[in-house]
């Protein structure tokens, strides 16, 4: 199967050879978070992932991915991901909230969301559509769809 490639982006030599993956997951969602990788592993083995911190160290460990860590989440790790969201680095978002806890940096969780919503970059918040995304940028992939 050919590296998954992004989505939507013009066929220039700048534009990033494979699709850019952020995870992140709160602590009551992390177990989802490592099963649905799981899942995936063969495919987001072939994408560029990113994750914040706790996240990434999990699915390094449990999964045997290969990620690139940010700050945890309280410490701004959303925030660098949604900086690099903002500029057109990263191509599709899954966020497993806990929709059941407080969170002492919601206005961070708000503002990843938001420049998801404002740069109409794919975003899923819990398994199901977590699924249904990395299913269909898999068959996407493997179709030859995205850049050429
Ligand atoms: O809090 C988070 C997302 O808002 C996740 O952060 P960690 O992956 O570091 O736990």
Known sequence: MTAPTPLDLPADSAAPARLRIALIAHDGKKDEMVMLATEFAD??????????????????????????????????????????????????????????????????????VRACDVHDVACATNVASGRLM???????????GGRE
């Open 134 to 144: 990395l299913r269909s940028l898999q068959v996407l992939g493997a179709s030859g």
């Open 43 to 112: 495919f987001l083995g072939g994408c560029e992932l990113i994750a914040t911190g706790t996240t990434g160290l999990r699915l390094t460990a449990e999964v045997g991915l290969a990620v690139e860590r940010m700050l945890s989440g309280p410490h701004g790790g959303d925030l660098q991901i949604g900086a690099r969201l903002a500029v057109g680095q990263i191509d599709a978002v899954v966020f497993l909230r806990d929709p059941m806890t407080p969170q002492p940096h919601e206005p961070d969780i708000n503002a990843l």
